[in-house]
């Protein structure tokens, strides 16, 4: 089972002030290719799975942003380590109909 819940929001800062929703979607694709159970949500994406994975999953996100041609980026991240196991199910299974 896995031990963390993590939460992701990137902002990235274009050098024109371009959209930025591209450099999003693409940091959204690196979740993706990674395998990890993630939900994308309006503001933020969150990912479920072990702790040191997710982190480098959160380094590997801003590479690709980087090399889309960002000048800078500002990572949001929410952790919620449980070492006997979480899942976003879990936290949230009350709140379903």
Excluded: H, W
């Excluded at 395998?35 to 994406?45: D, I, S």
């Excluded at 041609?69 to 449980?82: A, D, N």
Aim: aromatic share 4%.
């Amino acid at each position: 089972m896995a031990n963390s819940l993590v939460s992701i929001q990137i902002i990235p800062k274009t050098k024109n002030g371009e959209d930025t929703i591209p450099f999003v979607d693409r940091a959204i694709e690196v979740i993706q290719q990674s395998g990890v159970k993630y939900q994308v949500n309006p503001l933020e994406t969150t990912m479920e799975g072990e702790l040191s994975e997710l982190m480098s999953i959160i380094e590997r996100m801003n590479e690709a942003v980087m090399k889309m041609g960002c000048i800078s980026i500002i990572s949001q991240v929410k952790i919620c380590y449980k070492p006997e196991g979480i899942t976003m199910d879990g936290l949230t299974e009350k709140y379903r109909p």
